[in-house]
């Protein structure tokens, strides 16, 4: 028998096992007291009683995103894609009164789920159950339980994620694809992004001089050159400049020049970087723009 098949015939003995235990065996497990449950202070067969039930809405698409209102344990926004990856028709914001009982589409603006695969986000206001944030490329609010929207300026676009104090909602942060911010006035003005280490890197690579920087591309920023020494009392933003390229490419510093820099990016995007002159020059392929056209355009 081969390794392949042994492997299968392993995987599937496990599965009988598992699916031939009787509900007796399954009720022992469930009640048995571990030491992390004494740790914890309370004795956790008491969720035997825990039941899940689908709770809708009862349409197709994915559930993207849910939301419930601290302080009215009934109230729940629901984000959902609707119908399909390439358009949707009947998508948007949806809210529950009834802990779920029904649903009613309060929005469908395209902003709230413009990237749903990606990041749609939704949240409810700690204080106030009629105010409620959308995540998305923008960073939008509703103060009429999700009917309408306004975007709040923030200091990066693309937001992934938020958090609302508990017993203030003025005090808020925000993650998104620049790092993290703070409002202290409900979204009115946040810290800058400058003040923390929180670049995300695809790639790195370092060049052949002595000592060396090293270069990486930053998700949604530029790409970047940083010394690994200098002869101060530590590396700032003196000590890196931009290399041309995009978020997601490759680098490739000349081996014998390091002032010459390749760097790359999505869509075939390509650049000569020289930093003694400070030029940049493209040098990708033709068609400059391949994210989509006719074919009569690239004639």
Known sequence: MSRAKKIVAIMMTLLAGIFTLSDDVFAQALTKKTAATK????????????????IGPFRGGRSTTVAGVPNQPLVYYFGGTGGGVWK????GVFRSDDAGKTWR????????RQRAWYYTHIYADTQDPETVYVLNVQFLKSVDGGKTYENIRVPHGDNHDLWIAPENNMRMVSANDGGACVTFTGGKAWTNEDNQPTAQFYHV???????????????????????????????????????????SGYIAPHP???????AGSYGGYLTRYDHSTGEERNIMPWPENPMGAGAADLT
Request: hydrophobic share 30%.
């Open 39 to 54: 740790t914890a202070g309370y004795d956790t067969s008491l969720y035997r009683a825990l039941k899940w039930r689908s």
């Open 88 to 91: 949707t028709e009947d998508g």
């Open 105 to 112: 589409r309060v929005n469908e603006d395209r902003r709230l």
């Open 205 to 247: 690579i370092t060049d052949n001089r002595f000592p060396y920087y090293v270069y990486g591309a930053q998700q949604d920023n530029s790409t970047v050159a940083i010394a690994s020494r200098n002869n101060g009392f530590g590396i700032s933003t003196r000590d890196w400049y931009a290399v041309g390229g995009g978020e």
């Open 256 to 262: 014998v020049n390091p002032n010459i820099v390749y």
